[in-house]
């Protein structure tokens, strides 16, 4: 027996011809054009013919799928000859005959649910037959025929078809509108899925779904709602971390919420099919997920390119969330190809794009039907420039690539979306870009009046050493000791002109005049992006005191202390104001400065007067603090929307008082990972993120806090421009973390120009 396979080269259809093949039998099939799948099947023993001219050779059966006209010359020839016809579902069915199907159905995610849960059962030994909607990543084949007991496949909902085979188990994800010119209704549809579960042994469905709730299904539901397996997941830097019904940090390599309630599903079915909970966890940890589904196609001068079949307004909404939580900050382009005038029609693509940063739209790709009066790419465009405006792109399938490179610099984030053959588009984009490789123009400003000077120049050392020079061009402005821009105080006209020809700044300050918000304040007149906590929240962070005062409303315990300022000051007044509130010994320091610079311990009132001069002598404001015995720890942060805390830092103190010298010194301290139990160092993390979200803090900050005997955090104080020197908590910390200082330099720039979007 041969089976003629119409159409080929479709995922679908080229699964079941690989079983086939696999199983002993004659494969061969004619397509409208050539393709890496039709290429691989040839080696895998089919006979394939490009074009269908109704030469069916020796074939027995015709397999055609849904998509397959009736005027299709092979299928007429087909009919002629009064050959043996099977739509593809129908092979489907046949090929489950004498296995347990585990059928996965919805109107999102089938390919990735499915493709999981053959990956876990593969792995754990059970050798499962399965067909799936895409490529699997680490086997590169969409079908495999096994030796064991269960078939796992996508039961189609679009033609009808997923009803034919009744599932030992099933997965179902939702139900949206979707293929309502077969369907004709909503109510056809309900009452198909309905009948879907009615037929079903076990069934896995979404308990989110308000829709599928209320077909009150028989089955467990999931979800992270009120549900039988219930969901809480955090992302990670691979992927996400999640639990479902007990079962605690499940990792799973993929992104985004949609994917961990897919997890969920297949890890809720597996359960109760019996395979081993060990077994589970490391196909998960190990799945690399599928072709075009948020599938990685490679990168080229810091711009990555991704693609993804989804084409419906819920898809791309899901794929676009999973990307941003990927590559948090980074510009995001959506190269969006509307697929058929019927879901044109049907559905609104309005609300779908909330995480693009940039949409790119070209031509709706037909996938062979007739236009529909009224539906065009134009005017589908004219729809969502109103909504979307200015974020909103066309360009013509043919000049789409060229148009794309055009807008690309580097760190963007390119993702292709849609059914048709957009999917093609990011070799190329990748090849003219790589050839083009444009600079963004970096500015580093360091220096200034501030008494922490020469840590600023220090620090500025490490970036103008690390900075990437194949992706920036660096200009260097440094401020005197009393502030001048080179000529003179006032800013000259050559350092502004410069000044605008930089595309981002990076503010190195340390202390006053430059990490309190003044330079800030001046980039932002000037509308300059740049890297770090802009005005308000550097000057609330360099004021000590204040700091305090947010973490006291915000619950993050922080040592007691008391502010005074120069025109209050008397030493007489100072020692009963701190014999008053606080207790010795006492840190008296500059409210306004860090580095350790005017910092004195002083144990009784005889010491207070001389380190009240100090401190005055450097600021107008002093604080004092009382002291709490025990570590000080240091916690470095990265992100705008989304914050990551490096391992936590200790510094290694031979004495109480970690001066400027031993900070900065030929001996200076070194710096480990905190030695902290697990419950201490989520809490820790916690009250820095806290702290970092109350105080405005963008782009990057050091929180400092102590640690006492008794293991309770107090909050010390907030760094927003940190030290990069050599021997810096900072830049230290992350290198434990896994970043390098090229790559923060990096994620600063990002940062810098996610917040100037988003103004």
């Known amino acids: 027996m041969t089976h003629h396979f119409i159409g080929l080269g479709g995922i679908g259809m080229s699964a079941l011809a690989r079983i086939l093949l696999q199983r002993g039998k004659r494969v061969q099939g004619s397509d409208i054009r050539e393709s890496a799948l039709l290429e691989e099947l040839r080696r895998e023993g089919a006979s394939v ?49 004498g296995t347990k199907p585990l059928l996965v159905t919805g109107t999102h995610g089938k390919t990735t649910t499915s493709a999981l849960l053959a990956s876990v059962l593969v792995d754990a030994g059970l050798d499962p037959s399965f067909v799936v909607g895409g490529i699997h990543q680490k086997w590169k084949t969409n079908g495999r025929a096994g030796t064991g007991e269960f078939f796992v496949a996508e039961a189609d909902e679009s033609d009808g078809s997923f009803l034919k085979t009744p599932a030992f188990g099933a997965i179902v994800t939702n139900l949206e509108n979707d293929h309502l010119d077969f369907w004709g209704s909503e109510k056809n549809l309900d009452d198909a899925f309905g009948k879907f579960f009615a037929q079903a ?23 992270f709602g009120d549900c039988d397996w219930k969901v809480r997941f955090e992302p990670t830097e691979k992927g996400m971390r999640f639990d479902v019904n007990g079962y605690k940090d499940i990792e799973l390599s993929l992104f985004g919420r949609h994917n961990a309630l897919n997890g969920a599903a297949v890890f809720g079915l597996c359960i109760h099919l019996g395979v081993p909970e060990t077994a589970i966890r490391k196909a998960f ?24 079949y989804g084409h419906h307004p819920t898809e791309i909404a899901a794929t676009l969330k999973a990307l941003r939580d990927k590559v948090r900050e980074k510009r995001i382009l959506a190269v969006f190809q509307p697929h058929r005038y019927t879901r044109v029609r049907d559905v609104s693509f309005l609300d779908c794009f909330k995480d693009a940063d940039v949409v790119v739209m070209t031509d709706i790709y037909s996938a062979g039907e007739a236009p529909i009066e009224g539906i065009s790419s134009a005017t589908l465009y004219a729809q969502m420039r109103k909504k979307l405006g200015a974020k909103l792109q066309f360009f013509s399938r043919v000049h789409l690539e060229a148009g794309v490179v055009e807008m690309l610099r580097p760190h963007d984030v390119v993702l292709t979306l849609g059914a048709g053959d957009v999917t093609k588009a990011g070799e190329p984009i990748l090849k003219s870009y790589k050839e083009k ?34 992706l920036y061009d660096v200009k260097l402005f440094k401020l005197t ?20 020809k930089c595309d981002v700044v990076i503010p190195i300050f340390h202390g006053q005049q430059g990490e309190d918000g003044m330079i800030q304040g001046l980039m932002d007149t000037l509308q300059i992006p740049y890297a770090g906590c802009d005005y308000r929240s550097g000057a609330l ?77 450097l600021d107008d404001v002093l604080i004092a603090d009382e002291e709490i015995e025990g570590r000080e720890v240091e916690f470095s942060l990265l992100g705008n929307d989304y914050v990551r805390v490096a391992p936590p830092a200790e510094i290694v103190k031979p004495d109480v008082f970690h001066s400027y010298d031993k900070k900065y010194g030929a001996g200076a301290s070194d710096i480990i990972v905190a030695k902290l139990t697990e419950t201490q160092k989520k809490l820790g993390i916690e009250l820095a993120k806290e702290m970092y979200k109350r105080a405005g803090c963008k782009g990057l900050a050091r929180i400092d806090f102590f640690l006492d005997k008794e293991g309770h955090f107090w909050m010390n104080e907030i760094n927003p421009m940190p030290g990069f020197t050599k021997t810096s908590a900072f830049p230290l910390a992350w290198k434990m973390g896994g970043l390098s200082m090229k790559e923060i330099c990096d994620e600063l720039i990002i940062l810098a120009f996610h917040r100037s979007r988003n103004k």
């Open 49 to 97: 013919r490009i074009g269908h001219n109704g030469d069916l050779g020796t074939a027995t059966t015709v397999v055609f799928s849904t998509d397959i006209k009736a005027e299709n010359v092979d299928l007429s020839k087909a009919k002629e000859m009064k050959l043996p016809l099977m739509h593809r579902s129908d092979l489907l069915h046949a090929l489950m005959q």
């Open 201 to 223: 042994q076990t069934v896995f469905w979404c308990g989110d779904d308000a829709r599928l709730k209320k077909l009150k299904p028989k089955g467990f539901s999931y979800g």
């Open 285 to 308: 940890l190990e799945f690399a997920g599928t072709g075009r589904r948020l599938e990685f196609k490679g990168s080229a001068h810091a711009v990555e390119v991704y693609d993804d």
């Open 437 to 470: 490789a444009p600079k963004w123009t970096v500015g580093l400003l360091f220096g200034g009046a501030s008494s922490e000077h020469a840590v600023s120049l220090m620090s500025a050392e490490t970036f103008i050493e690390t900075i990437d020079r194949s």
């Open 481 to 500: 000791k009393t502030g001048d821009w080179r000529d003179g105080p006032k800013l000259p006209i050559d350092v502004l002109q410069d000044l605008l």
């Open 541 to 617: 962070c360099m004021q000590k005191s204040w700091t305090k005062q947010i973490a006291m409303a915000a619950g993050v315990p922080t040592p007691r202390f008391i502010e005074m300022n120069r025109t209050e000051y008397s030493p007489e007044s100072l020692v009963q104001r701190i014999e008053e509130t606080l207790e010795y010994p006492v840190w008296i320091k500059p409210v306004h400065l860090g580095s350790s610079i005017g910092v004195t311990r002083v144990v009784n009132r005889e010491g207070v007067a001389e380190a009240a001069e100090l401190a005055f002598s």
